[in-house]
């Protein structure tokens, strides 16, 4: 069984930079891609980043440019860097971690998610 632990969100101010980290550890077999998904109060969960095992990257239109997603994957550790950070990417962002399991397909593991609130 895989754990995840984030790190890294908080309060910042329009224009402002936060880095959140997002460790797995436990149980691994093959990871498939490891990225974030944020949700607003009222919204629905939206894909930010994702990041594959073969390095490709992939990013939702409002964050391009802005943020950036990286992976070390001796620690199993994904990070997103969030620069010029606007009151509209306040939500709670989730790390999530597709794990490949062979012929029985993949399984997918979220964080607890870390609240990153922007004032403006």
């Known amino acids: 069984q895989m754990q995840l632990v984030e790190s890294g969100g908080g309060l910042v101010q329009a224009g402002g930079s936060l880095r959140l980290s997002c460790a797995a550890s436990g149980t691994i077999f093959v990871i498939n891609a490891m990225g974030w998904h944020r949700q607003a109060p009222g919204k629905q969960r939206e894909l930010v980043a994702v990041?594959?095992?073969?390095?490709?990257?992939e990013y939702a239109d409002s964050v391009k440019g802005r943020f950036t997603i990286s992976r070390d994957k001796a620690k199993n550790t994904v990070y997103l860097q969030m620069n010029s950070l606007k009151p509209e990417d306040t939500a709670v962002y989730y790390c999530?971690?597709?794990?490949?399991?062979?012929?029985?397909?993949?399984?997918?593991?979220w964080g607890q998610g870390t609240q990153v609130t922007v004032s403006s």
């Open positions: 990041i594959t095992s073969g390095g490709t990257t």
């Open positions: 999530n971690v597709q794990e490949g399991r062979g012929k029985y397909g993949v399984v997918n593991y």
